[in-house]
């Protein structure tokens, strides 16, 4: 699991990014960390799918379990 500061942190980075495109700014002023995506589930950063939102690891479990509509295996 990600420590809770490190979620909380990225957040924070993506709701300022939002403000800015919101706010017409064209180039906002450089900032010493950068947004990590982050599995939404588990929080993970490594091993992220951006189609999906969720780390190799949460895919694989609910891809096997059917819980993701369209996913399905490539061999049988």
């Known amino acids: 699991m990600a420590k809770k500061s490190k979620i ?3 957040n924070k ?3 300022k990014r939002s403000e800015l495109k919101l706010s017409g700014v064209t180039k906002p002023n450089r ?3 950068r947004g990590v995506n982050r599995c939404q589930i ?3 950063p ?3 799918m951006r189609f ?3 780390s190799r690891l949460t895919f694989r479990e ?3 379990k059917g819980e993701l509509p369209g996913v399905v295996k ?3």
């Open 42 to 44: 588990t929080g993970r």
């Open 46 to 48: 490594k091993g992220y």
């Open 31 to 33: 900032v010493s960390t």
């Open 52 to 54: 999906f939102g969720l």
């Open 8 to 10: 909380a942190k990225s």
């Open 62 to 64: 609910l891809a096997v």
């Open 74 to 76: 490539a061999s049988k």
């Open 13 to 15: 980075l993506i709701k």
